[in-house]
């Protein structure tokens, strides 16, 4: 069985401060790692996902994330927060001989800016 | 020209009244997914269909009835709504099942049980 813990279900950052928004996983094989980002009224959209290549994954807006086996995490970061990236930040894991069957999100974490 | 759409948006209704959500893509993907999101955002797999077949069937009640009339179509029938059946509910799509493949979503219908 695989799960995600997202530390923090809100985190609050000024504009132009680092964002860094927790993600640990649980997967008894190596995992594939994705971040999805829900913006109010609409569904998620892909952020960057993480597939056994590189580590440092590099996704939209600025968002990347780094796949760290030895702490089983995979934290979401962005140099300098913007009024745009408020929204609900999920991270999800899945096993790759299944893929988007057994996609198992986290409960999510609300990135709110502070002007 | 919305890739991913689901009707209605926001559906509000009785205990014991059957419904339905419709949705389609026009990504010509083959694998269409229903996703519940509860109240506390926490988001769980109902069904996946790959070219119009089940792939996938997570523990839900059998109240709930998928329907896949061809690959772009994957509508939600659901009986005797319940209190617990409140919530947000997705449709997804995706080029393919397995791997890692993006998978694009509807903006969700608002399931309201009263």
């Known amino acids: 069985a695989q799960s995600v813990t997202q530390l923090g279900s809100h985190v609050s950052v000024s504009e132009g401060a680092l964002v860094l928004l927790r993600c640990n996983y649980s997967s008894s094989v190596p995992p594939y790692l994705f971040w999805y980002v829900q913006y109010p009224n609409q569904g998620l959209q892909l952020l960057l996902k993480y597939t056994s290549a590189a580590t440092l994954v590099k996704g939209i807006n600025g968002f990347e994330a780094e796949f760290k086996k030895s702490e089983t995490s995979f934290h979401l970061t962005k140099p300098s927060a913007h009024m745009s990236d408020a929204a609900e930040y999920f991270c999800?894991?899945?096993?790759?001989?299944?893929?988007?069957?057994?996609?198992?999100f986290g409960t999510g974490t609300r990135l709110t800016i502070i002007p | 020209d919305t890739a991913v759409s689901q009707t209605p948006k926001y559906l509000v209704t009785q205990m014991g009244n059957d419904k339905s959500i419709k949705c389609e893509q026009n990504?010509?993907?083959?694998?269409m997914y229903w996703y519940k999101q509860d109240s506390k955002k926490f988001l769980k797999i109902m069904f996946s269909?790959?070219?119009?077949?089940?792939?996938i069937n997570e523990t839900v009640p059998n109240r709930f009835s998928p329907k896949s009339p061809d690959k772009a179509h994957l509508n939600l029938h659901i009986n005797s709504l319940e209190l617990g059946d409140s919530a947000v509910y997705f449709c997804?799509?995706?080029?393919?099942?397995?791997?890692?493949?993006?998978?694009?979503f509807g903006s969700g219908t608002q399931l309201s049980v009263l």
């Open positions: 997804a799509s995706s080029h393919r099942s397995g791997g890692s493949e993006k998978l694009f």
């Open positions: 999800a894991v899945s096993d790759p001989s299944f893929g988007n069957e057994k996609l198992t």
């Open positions: 269909y790959n070219n119009k077949e089940l792939i």
């Open positions: 990504l010509g993907h083959d694998t």
